[in-house]
C-alpha cells in the first residue's frame, strides 16, 4: 500500500513556476543541440551558466533569459511568455485563467509529478489522470471538443505522464475516487470496462493505493472539488487545482496543511483499498454482462 507523508519537508525548494521554468531551458537546450556550457560561453556568462538553469540551483533574470531566447531565435508570445515566467518564478502560489495559460501551467503539473516522491490526488467524477487508459483519455479530450489533432497530442502527453508510477523508483500515489465516477458514461461502455479492468490491474501495484468514496456518506472536504496534492523529497509540499479553464498551484503552509487534513477526512468516509479493488471488479463484471 502507497505510504502518504502527511507533514511538510522543512527544506525550501523549487516553486512550481521554477519547475516549469527549468523544464521550459531544458527543452530549449535539447532543441539547440548545444551544451548548456556552451550557450554560457555565447551568452557571455560564467562557466556552466545555463547548466545551472537546468537543475534550477539557481534561475535567470528576466533580462538573462530574454538574452538566451534572442541568442535560440525564439520570438513573439512565446518568448514573452518565458520571460514572464522567469519573471515570477520565485512567487509561490501560482493562478491561471483562460486556455492561453494552460500550457505553462502544465508544464508546472508535470515537472510535479516527475520529481514527486508521492501524491495524493482526489477526483469525484473522472478518474484520475495518471491512472487513465489512452481509450479513456480520448473520449474526455473528445468530450471536451478539441480538434482532432489537439486530441491526439491530449492522449500522448497523457499516456506518457502516468510513466511516474510504473517506472524504476516511482511515486506513491494514493487515488481517491468518486464511486460516480465507476459509472459516469463519458465513453463507450466498452472502454469504460477496459478502464475498470486497468484500475485493477494498476492496484496490484505496491506503489499504487486506490481507494472509492460511495455516494450519500454526508459532507467531506472533497465536495468542495478535484485537487492534487504533491511530496517532493526536496521541497515544500504542494496543491494544485484543475478545473475547466483555470487552476492553481499553492505552496502556503497553512493551506497545504488543510488539504492534507482534507484527505484524511475523505479517507475516513472511503472504503478501504481491498474492498475499493473488489468493488470496482464487482462494477467491470456487472458491466460486461451488459455487452
Known amino acids: 500500500m502507497a505510504t502518504i507523508p502527511l507533514v511538510p519537508v522543512d527544506t525550501p525548494g523549487l516553486t512550481t513556476r521554477a519547475r516549469a521554468l527549468t523544464a521550459a531551458i ?18 557571455g556568462f560564467s562557466h556552466g551558466t545555463v547548466s545551472h538553469w537546468v537543475t534550477g540551483r539557481r534561475l535567470p533574470s528576466p533580462e538573462d533569459m530574454a538574452s538566451l531566447l534572442t541568442l535560440l531565435g525564439i520570438k513573439g508570445e512565446e518568448k514573452q ?21 494552460i500550457p505553462q501551467q502544465l508544464a508546472g503539473a508535470i515537472e510535479s509529478e516527475r520529481h514527486a516522491s508521492a501524491m495524493v490526488e482526489w477526483s469525484r467524477d473522472i478518474v484520475p489522470g495518471l491512472l487513465q487508459t489512452a481509450d479513456y483519455a480520448r ?3 473528445t468530450a471536451v471538443g478539441l480538434p482532432e489533432s489537439d486530441v491526439d497530442a491530449r492522449v500522448l502527453l497523457r499516456v506518457g505522464r502516468s510513466e511516474v508510477i510504473t ?11 468518486g464511486e460516480d465516477a465507476l459509472h459516469e458514461k463519458i ?13 485493477v490491474c494498476l492496484a496490484e501495484r505496491s506503489n499504487v493505493t486506490i481507494q472509492v468514496v460511495p455516494p450519500r456518506v454526508g459532507w467531506h472536504p472533497g465536495l468542495i472539488g478535484p485537487f492534487v496534492l504533491y511530496f517532493f523529497p526536496d521541497a515544500q509540499p504542494v496543491v494544485h487545482f484543475e478545473h475547466y479553464s483555470s487552476g492553481a498551484f499553492v505552496i502556503d503552509e497553512d493551506d497545504v496543511h488543510a488539504y ?7 479517507r475516513g468516509v472511503a ?9 470496482i471488479a464487482k462494477i467491470a463484471d456487472d458491466l460486461e454482462q451488459t455487452l
Open 139 to 141: 473520449a474526455l479530450a
Open 81 to 101: 511568455r518565458l520571460i514572464d515566467l522567469a519573471r515570477h518564478a520565485a512567487e509561490p502560489n501560482w493562478l491561471v485563467v483562460g486556455m492561453s495559460g
Open 271 to 279: 472504503k478501504g483499498p481491498e474492498d475499493s479493488v473488489k468493488l
Open 260 to 266: 492534507q487534513e482534507a484527505v484524511e477526512i475523505i
Open 26 to 43: 531544458r527543452r530549449l537546450l535539447d532543441a539547440s543541440g548545444m551544451s548548456g556550457r556552451e550557450l554560457s560561453q555565447r551568452l
Open 167 to 177: 517506472r524504476r523508483n516511482p511515486v506513491e500515489l494514493l487515488a481517491l475516487i
Open 187 to 199: 465513453c463507450a461502455p466498452e472502454v469504460m470496462l477496459d478502464q475498470l479492468r486497468h484500475l
